[in-house]
């Protein structure tokens, strides 16, 4: 499991998943850590959650640069 602290509370899968950018059909493999991140950085944004999409963010830049590029940016 990773060491990386985690923006906020989610929960964590043990497979690594194919994540695909909603808008440009391109994918990427995730570690569950991303995977629970990038779900509810969705979830957020669907509900208007900004301060909280904003910290997921961040976090997906730090941490997954490229994969950050594909698919949220």
Same mark, same amino acid.
């Given at each position: 499991? %990773?060491? !990386?602290?985690?923006?906020?509370?989610?929960?964590?899968?043990?497979? %690594?998943? @194919?994540? &695909?950018? !909603?808008? +440009? $059909? /391109? %994918?990427v +493999?995730?570690?569950?850590?991303? @995977? &629970?991140v990038y779900?509810? =950085? =969705? $979830? &957020?944004?669907?509900? $208007? /959650?900004y301060?909280?999409?904003?910290? $997921?963010?961040?976090?997906? !830049?730090? #941490? #997954?640069? &490229?994969? #950050?590029?594909?698919?949220?940016?």
């Amino acid at each position: 499991m %990773s060491k !990386r602290p985690l923006p906020f509370p989610v929960i964590l899968g043990t497979e %690594s998943e @194919v994540v &695909a950018n !909603r808008f +440009t $059909g /391109q %994918s990427v +493999t995730l570690p569950p850590d991303a @995977v &629970a991140v990038y779900d509810a =950085i =969705i $979830g &957020a944004d669907m509900f $208007g /959650q900004y301060k909280m999409v904003r910290k $997921g963010l961040d976090w997906f !830049r730090r #941490y #997954y640069p &490229a994969e #950050y590029m594909v698919l949220l940016d």
